[in-house]
């Protein structure tokens, strides 16, 4: 099932919605409880700009899923967080510290799962790129050498993860305690609430690949690895 459905969004109209401010930006998006939002400057939970432009992935991830994904989920995280931190302790807190300080809470859920799916989401775009994808090069593909045996059991252990993770949620390749490692995560939960670090992710909520490839997550996932994967960004994490 998709997550929402929304009414169609034209290319000028989320262009606008993504680079615009002030009253012209609320204007064009002001339609919708989901919509985009006038980010306040100084905040520490906002709408991170894309790397690239909304349709720089296609053919492998439509335009419109993007303006569904990016402009209307993610943003919807965003406004959600928001609402839920002002005047408490978290107002000024970091994502990453809102992240950590509500892991586990069952009473502090929704506010996990609405600041998490930032995370995840604003790190899922870096993890991919026009251009992208097939084997690694540099310290990067030395440790998936040295960790899986090759690219290939590499790209096998990835792509299982990603399509046996039941339901919703992600695929990670992580760091955990000097050790390369694929993990699953469910809905919103996160590598960075057990106290892994991330290099890379991607995103199988339905919502993510539904318009474009429908029911066939396979052919997403082997798109998102042999043509977007950005092993350039798994590089800086692993090195920082």
Not at 61 to 72: A, N, P, R, V
Not at 141 to 155: H, L, M, T, W
Not at 188 to 203: E, F, S, V
Request: hydrophobic share 40%; with cysteine; net charge negative.
């Amino acid at each position: 099932m998709i997550q929402k459905t929304f009414p169609p969004v034209g290319r000028r109209e989320f262009l606008i919605c993504v680079g615009a401010a002030g009253a012209a930006f609320a204007a064009a998006c002001n339609d919708n409880t989901d919509s985009f939002a006038v980010e306040e400057p100084g905040t520490t939970v906002e709408l991170p700009a894309l790397p690239y432009a909304p349709d720089a992935l296609a053919p492998y991830i439509s335009e419109e899923t993007m303006s569904f994904h990016y402009g209307k989920h993610h943003q919807g995280y965003v406004n959600k967080t928001k609402t839920a931190i002002a005047g408490t302790e978290f107002e000024k807190a970091s994502l990453e510290e809102i992240i950590k300080m509500t892991a586990g809470k069952p009473d502090m859920s929704s506010l996990f799962n609405n600041a998490a799916q930032i995370f995840n989401h604003s790190f899922y775009w870096k993890s991919m790129k026009p251009g992208g994808g097939g084997e690694p090069k540099g310290k990067i593909a030395e440790r998936i050498r040295q960790s899986f045996g090759d690219y290939a059991k590499f790209a096998e252990a990835f792509t299982s993860a990603a399509a046996t993770q039941f339901g919703s949620g992600w695929a990670w390749l992580v760091l955990d305690g000097g050790a390369l490692k694929i993990v699953q995560t469910a809905n919103a939960d996160t590598p960075i609430a057990k106290g892994m670090k991330p290099l890379i992710t991607i995103d199988v909520w339905e919502h993510a690949y539904y318009l474009d490839y429908q029911n066939r997550r396979s052919d997403y996932i082997k798109a998102f690895l042999d043509s977007l994967l950005n092993w350039d960004f798994a590089e800086q994490n692993l090195n920082s």
